[in-house]
Each structure stands twice: as C-alpha cells, then as structure tokens.
C-alpha cells in the first residue's frame, strides 16, 4: 500500500482570516453604533459583539475541525507499480489526510449558522413565513386535540399570540359570540407583522418583550357579525387568526407544530413559542441533511457546500415547507446514489424509505416529484429482477400518487380544467392550461424571455442576495456571493485520483431531470402567479432551485479540468468564513434601519 501524505492545513490562512473577520466586524461595529446613537437602544451593541464573537468563534472551532482535526484515511483508487522481477502489480492508494468528516463538521455549522440566523432575522422575516407559522399553529391544534378552524374557517391561536402578527398592537378586536377575539379583514391591513418588514424597532420590540407574559388585551369594542355586542374588555383566551394556512400536506409542518406544541405546555409566551418551532424546524434540516451526507458515496462535500449558502441557512431556521422540501430532496438523491454505487443489492426497507420521502415531499411541491427518476440510477440486477425492480417502482410512485389525490387532487383539477383565470395581486386575467395549449408560440416566447432577462436574479436569489422576505436591504454584496458561487465550482471539479461516477448516459439524464424541475416550476408560477400582459413569468425565485442543486453540480466533474491539489477542504472553510460575515454583517444593517 501506497501511502500519500498531504501537507497539514495552513495556519496562515486560519490566523489570518481570523484577523480579517475580526477587523470586519469591527467596521460593521461602525454601522451599529451610529444606528444605535439615532435609536437610545445601547443593548444592541453588547448583541451585536455577541453575533461578532459567535460567528468568528465558530470560524475558528470550524476551521479546525476542517484543517486540523483527527487523522483520517481517504481511498483513491489504484495505480501501478514495478516489482523487482519488473512484472507489473497493482496497489492501492490511500490518502492520509487530516479533518473531522464532512457530515460532522456539517452538525456543528448548521447548528451554529441556523441560531444565528434564528436571532438576527427573527420570526416571519423569511418569504411567506407569516402564512406557514399560521399553518403549524392549526397543526399543532390538533395534536393538542383542540379546534384547529373557527370563524370563517380562520386558526384559533392563544390571545396573546395575536402579537406575531400584530406586533404594535394595531388590530381592533371584537369579542366573538364564542368568546373569543377577531378582527375584520379591513382592521388588519396596516396591522405589522412581525419580522416581515424587519427593522431596527423589531429588535426592541423582541428585546422588550422578552420570555415573559404579557398582560391580556383589554378594552375590547366593536360588535360580530351576529350583532353581539357585549364588549366585555377581554375574550376568553382565543384570538382568530387574520393569515389563512397553506393547504398542504401536514407533514410539511410537523416539525414546527411540535415545537410549537412544546412551547404551549411549558407556557411560554410568544416568543418562546414563535423560537422554539422555528428551532424544531431547523432540528429536522439538520438530522435529514445529515443522514444524507452519511449515505452520499461521493460528492459530500458539495452538499455541504450547497448548505453554507445564505440563503439555505436562512430558510433552514424558519417555519417554510421549503425545509422538508429542500432536506427531503437531498436525503432522497443520496439514497438513490447510494443504492446505484454503494449497495449490493436494493432491501424492502429501502423501497420504503423512498417512498416515505416521496409521499412528504411530493404534496408540498408537485414540481419535485419529478426527482422519482433518479431511482431510475439503480440497476435492476440491484433489485433481483424485472419484477421486483417493477414492484418497487410501483410502491414509490404509489406512494406518491395517493398522496397526491389526498392533499392536491382538487388543485391539479382545476388547473387542467380551467379556461379562465385571474390573477388578484394584478388584478388581472391570467394564463390558463388551454391558452398555453393553443398558442405554443407565446408560451415559447415567454420561457425564453425569461430565461434572458431573469437568469441573474435567479443565480443571485438562489445564493441569499436578498434575504428576510426577498428584502433588497438585507443584502449580502455581491463579490461575497460571487466567492460561493466560485467556491462551489471549486468543489464540483475532479481532484487528483478521483473517479468519474456520474457519467455518460446518467449526466444526461440528471440534466433532464433538473431541466424538467426547473421548467415545471416556471410553468406553475406562469399559471398561478403572471399576469397575461406579462413578457416573463412572475413570481419564481431562485430558492426554488435549491433542492436539486447539489446533484446538478455533482455531474459537473469531468476529464477536462483535473485539479493537481484537493482544496474542497480550504473551500469550505473559507464558505465558512463567509457565513460570520453575512451574519454580523445584516445585524448591523437592521440596527440602522431605523
């Protein structure tokens, strides 16, 4: 055996991007304090040098455990060598590297990255979040055994919860013939949801709050629609909701109705309640991610890579079904390659866990569905024969297509069937199946423009240009979203020694795949969200590529462009790096947006 020793990490790199973060977060401790003299609020510099230290800290724990780390072994592959007799042989060739594996250096950096998002871009700031919070709070009704709708088919929430989406307490509430307290729709308008419009005020209002009861809403007016008019000063508890749920599968909101759920039986106020389901929902990104970097047989580090984007991390600590959607994708891709290169042969339980994930996934965006034909990587000779490989296709799709009728029947119906539609932001008809049918013209025309015109925000908004709800002052600059996109190519080129596995036929087929997502995707948003007199398609935003980015880069390894050192390791720490800067970097931001 062949033993090839690579040079340690470099410390002069750790030292000084060290010195480089911290004389960053240095000038943005600038910025703070200047938006901090306007406001009077001087506790935001002492959090502020806690998000600076957290994030630099973390850089260095990483680095470590990156460049440093245990001794581990990597194998390579073979190459030849003479013996005496001049006869050739055969050995093996290990690489003798120092680091913690991937997916454990993946544990502590999502964890740390996810709270310091959880704290810097609080509750709702993320895009819909509002309307997926409400969705695991009727969910979370339910497995309290409580009434998960009211009036008007509107979500019960605890009174004091109304806060979450009435933050400055603008709502003017009747008491319900039931008891309970509601607002009109008209009443709700200017009322300010926490977090979606995230300024420096947010932060005070969270920093006044704190973890401690208010006291309830008093002075209550107004009458219902019954007539009653009994304004008795308070309700009895319950307050209806003003966001309506998304109409989904349940599943994509279990991990944050447990949270929630949790948060009620310990009583804690609102802001216990609106961290703790966002922190459960970060919990299940990282145990699926996680699975999926232990069952990926290559390519682990461009996964990781993918989840040091901002804007992943952004979306993994907040109430989105894009959490199940986007950890579901990568752990059901993993499987699928690690049943085409890594297993001897396809077990039941595999079968099943496939169509589990499909069945989660599939519901909250049909467009992903198409991801069940990266099972088509698996040799049938894995499966036994053609019969049993037909029997397992047929549990997957199965799974899914239950489900589907389940949760989406209605919502594939009209869309198939209907001839006209209108489109309520614009006020305006919209596109229908049949027009896009009849006139192949225009519907090509307006993929293409699109395509043209569109393609540098969908690059930039899949990185995390804009983070909070698509918000262009929450903005990582651009030449710190150019080095991911460049370090993610680094991670995607062949190193010395390293096997092409995604190759031929396969290559292509992963590129019909995401082809056909991101095709799919558009022509949703087309039905569901442009406006006929538009030239593009409105609506879709480059997070919607995310759960089949991984794979597509994986297929970008090739024999034209073969690197003579592995830096995947040098890449990822400097992704790192990046992520503590966005971070104390937006805190600051929001301290000056007064």
Not at 169 to 176: A, E, G, H, L, S
Not at 216 to 222: N, Q, S
Not at 340 to 352: G, S
Request: hydrophobic share 50%.
């Amino acid at each position: 055996m062949i033993e090839i020793k690579t040079k340690n990490a470099r410390p002069k790199l750790w030292l000084a991007m060290t010195v480089v973060l911290a004389a960053l977060a240095g000038m943005h401790f600038l910025d703070a304090r200047a938006g901090v003299l306007e406001s009077g609020d001087t506790w935001l510099l002492g959090r502020y040098l806690a998000v600076a230290a957290i994030g630099i800290g973390g850089s260095v724990l990483l680095g470590w455990m990156l460049l440093w780390g245990p001794k581990s072994g990597r194998r390579w592959g073979t190459a030849p060598e003479k013996t005496a007799a001049g006869e050739g042989k055969r050995e093996e060739r290990v690489l003798i590297r120092r680091g913690c594996p991937v997916e454990k250096v993946f544990l502590v950096s999502s964890l740390l990255f996810g709270m310091l998002s959880l704290y810097v871009l609080p509750a709702l700031s993320a895009p819909d979040e509002v309307r997926h919070y409400i969705s695991a709070y009727q969910l979370s009704n339910r497995i309290m055994g409580l009434p998960a709708v009211g009036e008007d088919g509107k979500v019960p929430v605890r009174e004091e919860d109304w806060f979450a989406e009435d933050s400055c307490r603008d709502f003017k509430p009747y008491v319900t013939a039931d008891g309970a307290l509601a607002t009109d729709a008209e009443g709700a308008e200017d009322a300010k949801v926490l977090g979606q419009m995230l300024t420096e005020e947010t932060y005070g209002l969270l920093h006044e709050k704190g973890l401690t009861w208010d006291e309830p809403r008093t002075g209550t007016v107004g009458t219902t629609e019954e007539g009653t008019a009994e304004a008795t000063g308070v309700g009895n508890g319950i307050a209806y909701s003003n966001h309506h749920p998304v109409v989904t599968t349940p599943v994509a909101y279990l991990a944050p109705a447990l949270g929630i759920t949790l948060a009620r039986l310990l009583d804690l106020n609102s802001v216990g309640l609106l961290f703790l389901g966002r922190f459960f929902n970060l919990l299940l990104f990282v145990g699926m991610t996680y699975l999926a970097l232990r069952k990926l047989p290559f390519g682990k580090e461009v996964l990781y890579g993918v989840t040091l984007l901002p804007m992943v991390v952004h979306l993994s600590a907040s109430y989105s079904y894009d959490v199940l959607i986007m950890a579901g994708i990568f752990y059901f891709t993993a499987y699928c390659l690690y049943l085409a290169y890594a297993a001897d042969r396809v077990r039941p339980v595999d079968i099943l866990i496939l169509a589990v994930l499909m069945a989660a996934v599939g519901p909250c965006k049909m467009v992903y569905t198409v991801f069940m034909g990266l099972c088509l990587l698996i040799p049938v000779k894995k499966f036994g024969n053609w019969g049993k490989w037909a029997l397992a296709a047929g549990c997957v799709l199965g799974a899914w297509a239950i489900v589907m009728v389940v949760i989406n029947g209605q919502t594939v119906a009209s869309y198939a069937t209907e001839t006209e539609n209108f489109i309520d932001w614009a006020q305006e008809p919209g596109f229908s199946m049949a027009l896009l049918i009849h006139q192949p013209v225009r519907t090509l025309q307006i993929f293409y423009n699109t395509l043209i015109w569109q393609a540098e925000t969908y690059h930039l908004t899949m990185l995390g240009a804009y983070l909070g709800n698509v918000d262009l002052v929450l903005d990582v600059p651009y030449i710190v979203l150019l080095f991911f996109t460049f370090g993610l190519i680094g991670l995607t080129l062949r190193k010395p020694g390293e096997n092409l596995m995604l190759t031929g036929g396969k290559r292509w087929w992963i590129w019909f795949l995401c082809l056909l997502c991101a095709g799919a995707t558009c022509a949703s948003m087309l039905l569901a969200w442009t406006p006929i007199s538009s030239r593009t398609i409105s609506g879709v935003q480059g997070r919607y590529f995310l759960p089949f980015l991984p794979v597509l880069l994986m297929t970008w390894k090739n024999d034209l462009v073969v690197l003579t050192k592995d830096p995947s390791r040098t890449i990822l720490y400097l992704m790192c790096c990046g992520q503590s800067f966005v971070w104390f970097r937006l805190f600051a931001i929001v301290c000056m947006r007064l």
